[in-house]
């Protein structure tokens, strides 16, 4: 089983909804939980970060980190057609970052 | 606002030539990565290393091996390129800061091996 697992879509949503972008992973030790945008032809950019469980919020942007359940999630609101990109999910394992495989989102004017 | 730069965006090489991608990051990161991005497959992680001259192998090292002479460089080497290691190419740095955790990545390096 890979070590963490990311539905690759695409999803495609009007502008203004609400998007929710999730991942499972398999370790429970893991302690940092990331999320990366990565536009056409760039490299990724690192969104936001949790350690541990709980919730963070960065303006649009909610990630959420559930360790019974081992699922993290990044939540958009009011999405805009700026917001269409892969979404990566990462957890930091040691020195290296495991990712997700990404999931495409296309937000329509 | 330069923090990680790959040395080419795209390069296309033959197959058996030897390949050098440079990457410099300017953040005094200790911890410096490369990957290989392909479609259906995600990111891959081939090297890392954590500190001058040290490295360690990633989830899909054969065909490749890297240098770290210097803490701001990390070079990636195809010692004999094969049509198998047509890909994009990322390089990443990373610190853990007082109040969190840093990490960039770079443009990436789209190699072609024909």
């Known amino acids: 089983q890979k070590e963490v697992e990311q539905d690759p879509g695409p999803l495609s949503v009007p502008e203004g909804a609400i998007v929710s972008l999730n991942c499972t992973y398999s370790?429970?030790?893991?302690?940092?939980f990331m999320w990366y945008r990565q536009y056409s032809r760039k490299g990724p950019e690192l969104l936001m970060y949790?350690?541990?469980?709980g919730n963070k919020e960065d303006g649009r942007f909610t990630a959420q980190v559930d360790k019974s359940s081992k699922y993290i999630s990044l939540f958009i609101r009011d999405s805009q057609p700026s917001d269409s990109a892969t979404y990566l999910c990462a957890i930091l394992s040691g020195y290296a970052l495991n990712f997700g495989k990404g999931t495409s989102l296309l937000v329509t004017p | 606002d330069v923090k990680v730069t790959q040395s080419s965006r795209y390069l296309v090489k033959r197959t058996g030539e030897k390949v050098f991608l440079e990457c410099v990051q300017d953040?005094?990161?200790?911890?410096m990565f490369w990957y290989r991005q392909d479609p259906g497959l995600g990111l891959r992680l081939i090297y890392f290393s954590y500190d001058v001259k040290m490295k360690e192998k990633g989830d899909i090292p054969e065909g490749y091996s890297v240098s770290r002479e210097k803490k701001e460089r990390f070079s990636l080497i195809l010692e004999s390129a094969s049509t198998n290691q047509t890909s994009m190419y990322l390089c990443?740095?990373?610190?853990?800061?007082?109040?969190?955790?840093?990490?960039?990545f770079g443009p990436g390096t789209r190699l072609t091996v024909t």
């Open positions: 949790t350690y541990s469980s």
């Open positions: 370790n429970s030790a893991f302690q940092y």
């Open positions: 953040m005094d990161h200790e911890n």
């Open positions: 990443a740095s990373t610190s853990r800061r007082e109040g969190g955790y840093e990490q960039y």
